[in-house]
């Protein structure tokens, strides 16, 4: 039995197979599409308009090339509903699915989650955020899809009566959805985890820089011809105290290096916290 196999068809009381994909489009219900599309990773959306491609293919008896235009799925999903469109026609099914505003609302949430993938949840200073957001979207995106999926469960259901939505979830199924749950949640992790790294390097480089800012504006060196470094070591305690000053690389001019110690000296105590749970660090700094 294929995966297509199992995830398409039902077994009754009896244990005989009965084929759910009888409709003249893909059969499924909301709950399984909205199950199977969101711990798939979208992948059940892209396997959703494959099945309706094979579908219209039949209904039309002409080549559609289902694989091309699924992998393309964004380009042709307006031709895809439009076409359905006119086969329920075909068959005195003359309720509208207003295909073209449907597939642009489509094409808009593959965009929207596009960008925010690939720049938000890998540029920006809030990934986990980014990573719920497009989740978010993933449900709000299924909106067009169940409007879609209603018109072609009315459509089956009124070609063929005895149809059965196919509602059931399969070994398989299960296997998808808790596959992808485990993947969800090792996301979420791996991007919570990013974000807590990224906000402490950011915590960090915006300490060093205020630590910088408020020394040099207590650095007044000697008039000096030559532009000299000078390297002072000094550690900063948790309420923003300084001790142990010490000049670690000197200028070779002791007046420059008295006013670097100077310049730390008058700085303390710093108005604002380090990032660290430890009592005090050691910061190194160069005056020139």
């Known amino acids: 039995m294929t995966v297509d196999d199992t995830l398409d068809n039902d077994s009754d009381s009896n244990g005989s197979s009965a084929n759910l994909d009888e409709g003249l489009f893909y059969n499924v219900s909301f709950l399984k599409f909205i199950a199977l599309s969101f711990f798939c990773g979208g ?13 219209l293919e039949k209904a039309k008896q002409e080549r559609c090339f289902p694989i091309g235009k699924t992998l393309f799925a964004p ?3 307006i031709e895809l509903l439009q076409d359905i469109k006119k086969e329920a026609c075909k068959r005195g099914y003359t309720k509208d ?3 073209i505003i449907l597939g642009l609302v489509i094409i808009v949430f593959v965009l929207l989650e596009n960008i925010i993938v690939l720049e938000a949840t890998d540029k920006s200073t809030y990934p986990f955020f980014f990573a719920i957001l497009v989740d978010i979207l993933e449900l709000i995106s299924f909106i067009p899809y169940l409007i879609i999926q209603k018109y072609i469960n009315d459509l089956n259901i009124f070609t063929n009566p005895k149809l059965k939505i196919n509602n059931r979830f399969t070994i398989i199924t299960w296997v998808l959805i808790v596959s992808g749950l485990v993947l969800k949640i090792d996301m979420y992790c791996y991007y919570f985890d990013k974000e807590k790294q990224i906000r402490g390097i950011l915590s960090e480089k915006a300490y060093m820089k205020a630590i910088e800012r408020r020394i040099k504006s207590y650095w007044h ?15 900063v305690n948790k309420n923003g105290t300084i001790k142990n000053i010490e000049v670690s690389k000197s200028s070779g001019d002791p007046l420059m290096d008295q006013a670097a110690i100077k ?6 105590p710093f108005p604002f916290s380090f990032p660290d749970s430890a009592s005090s660090v050691d910061i190194e700094f160069t005056l020139n």
């Open 263 to 268: 310049a730390v000296n008058n700085s303390a």
């Open 97 to 99: 699915l207003h295909g």
């Open 43 to 55: 992948f059940y959306k892209l396997y959703w308009t494959y099945k309706n491609w094979v579908c």
């Open 75 to 77: 380009i042709f999903i």
């Open 221 to 235: 060196p000697p008039f000096s011809k030559q532009s000299r470094d000078v390297v002072v070591l000094f550690t």
